[in-house]
């Protein structure tokens, strides 16, 4: 049997995980889970803004969409032949590559390719790649441009997305991003021709994957070094000839595998080792969470534990959620929570002027909220609706030493747990708190905001606001959980 082609999926799955590649070219079927509703939903969604996008573009395009295989192949030959300003759907292939480009575009005396994408074109976030191509897209597009240059229709290493607001991103594949794909592009052959064998890594983007139960057991029976929170594929992959699993880890000496200040490990510094070595002591001894220094937690009268929603594919920020405590009284903390009664940015800027009222109306309080994300939503909705508050206003707010990044500013920097990793629905649940939902993710979230947005069924925004008020009280429990532990 010849070698499966590479495909532009193989090649946005492999940058994301090689191992994704290998179960589905060659994993028990039996074992991979359906779609979820969050995936499915992406799916639809990029779907239908594919069409609405195409249905636009001018000049109207040569649409390829309703041929298969070799038909569609031979159909694009002839456009590109015949000099057809713009393809939609077309397939192009060159030795075992093939690329099935949403568009095609006449440049000059040939063709630049482009891809059509619901979401932003180009990396985003607080760690610095704001603006940075996205490099899952980018190795996307160097195959449709290998392909055109293998061919003799490429005008240049240079192709396009085109986004969620419909503008277009240029990917300048020369340099590191070619660099990239031609890595890619030899690690997925090796794995086609089966001269290449990968390993699955747990990771938090795993939980939506088809594979994540079947690698899940796998990684638990093999006692996998990624199950230690941080240490992730790069890390377990250096240090493997050497340390193979966490019971190992857990009995070096990490003394013994430093020299002159660095590791025999590339990329992990002592300091890292020290740490993975005593998560490994932690998990392999059923041990109790612990502080590795003091941490001073403000206290205050009136706490608030905060959570938002998002639904990125509209760009909606559509539920602010609060629990309030007062007195550090639980039993009369209330929920409070400010939705978003319709997907227009009138109901979005309407939801973040209440929300952002009642922390005023809450001051003075101290706030508790989980990762970056709040803070970096809170600074578009600013942007977007500047009336609501100023700039300076929100840094005050997220500067303020009363406003606390319970996973970044505590969790990380002082704590140990004896779990796989630091989502807050682990370390809730290892303190002993559950969610109603049965399977709780910010994901079904939205993809139960969707249902809402098309129906205004109310039992489904029960549902939205139930998720998000046990989301908030987590945050709660694992704060009075971090209160409790004592100084190692």
């Known amino acids: 049997m010849s070698p499966a082609p590479i495909t532009a999926s193989m090649l946005y799955d492999l940058v994301g995980c090689p191992h994704r590649v290998t179960m589905d070219l060659f994993g028990n079927q039996a074992d991979r889970h359906p779609f979820n509703a ?13 069409d609405d996008v195409v249905e636009t573009l001018v000049p109207s395009p040569l649409d390829l969409s309703g041929f298969s295989g070799e038909e569609k192949e031979h159909r694009t030959r002839e456009a590109m032949e015949a000099g057809v300003p713009l393809i939609y759907s077309g397939r192009i292939t060159a030795a075992n590559l093939i690329g099935e480009p949403d ?12 891809d059509i994408k619901s979401g932003s ?88 994957c088809v594979w994540y139960s079947a690698c899940l057991r796998d990684l638990t029976g093999k006692n996998d070094l990624t199950l230690i929170p941080e240490l992730g594929r790069a890390k377990r992959d250096a240090m493997i000839g050497r340390i193979a699993t966490i019971r190992d880890l857990a009995k070096i000496n990490p003394s013994e595998f430093i020299v002159k200040k660095k590791t025999v490990f590339p990329g992990i510094g002592p300091e890292t ?41 509209r760009d ?27 997907t227009t940015p009138e109901a979005e800027e309407e939801a973040f002027k209440k929300a952002w009222r009642y922390i005023q109306a809450s001051q003075p309080c101290a706030i508790y909220y989980y ?22 206003e929100i840094e005050k707010l997220f500067s303020s030493a009363l406003t606390v990044d319970l996973y ?26 559950d969610w109603r939902d049965e399977h709780p993710s910010g994901a079904a979230s939205i993809e139960w905001f969707d249902r809402w947005a098309q129906t205004r069924d109310p039992a489904v925004k029960r549902q939205i606001l139930e998720y998000n008020e046990d989301d908030c009280r987590a945050t709660r429990v694992l704060l009075d959980g971090i209160r409790g532990l004592t100084l190692r």
């Not at 240049?156 to 890619?184: H, M, N």
């Not at 990762?371 to 977007?384: F, G, H, P």
């Not at 004896?418 to 629905?425: E, F, V, W």
Request: proline share 3%.
């Open 408 to 433: 970044y500013d505590v969790v990380r920097k002082y704590t140990e747990w004896p779990t796989r990793d630091y989502s807050i629905k682990t370390l809730a649940r290892y303190l002993g708190f």
């Open 316 to 342: 909606l920020c559509y539920l602010h959620g609060f629990v309030e405590r007062r007195g550090g009284r639980n039993d009369a903390e209330r929920f409070v929570a400010f939705f978003a009664e319709d």
């Open 273 to 313: 080792l020290e740490k993975l070595h005593a998560r490994a002591l932690l998990l392999t001894a059923d041990g109790r969470p612990y502080l590795r220094e003091p941490v001073a937690l403000s206290m205050a009268d009136t706490e608030l534990f905060f959570d938002i929603e998002v639904d990125p594919m």
């Open 121 to 208: 074109g180009e990396e985003s976030g607080d760690d610095g790649d704001d603006g940075k191509p996205k490099k899952h897209y980018a190795v996307q597009l160097a195959l449709y441009t290998d392909i055109l240059e293998r061919i003799g229709r490429s005008v240049a290493r240079r192709a396009f997305i085109l986004d969620i607001e419909r503008k277009e991103v240029s990917y300048d594949l020369t340099g590191p991003l070619w660099d990239t794909y031609q890595s890619c592009l030899l690690q997925a052959q090796a794995i086609v021709n089966h001269e290449s064998t990968t390993l699955p890594a747990y990771a938090g983007a795993c939980k939506l």
């Open 38 to 50: 969050f995936v499915q939903l992406l799916w639809d969604r990029g779907t239908a803004h594919e």
């Open 103 to 114: 568009l095609l575009r006449k440049e000059g005396p040939g063709y630049i390719t482009g």
């Open 371 to 392: 990762s970056k994300y709040e803070r970096t939503i809170y600074r578009k909705l600013q942007e977007k609706y500047s009336e609501v508050c100023s700039a300076e």
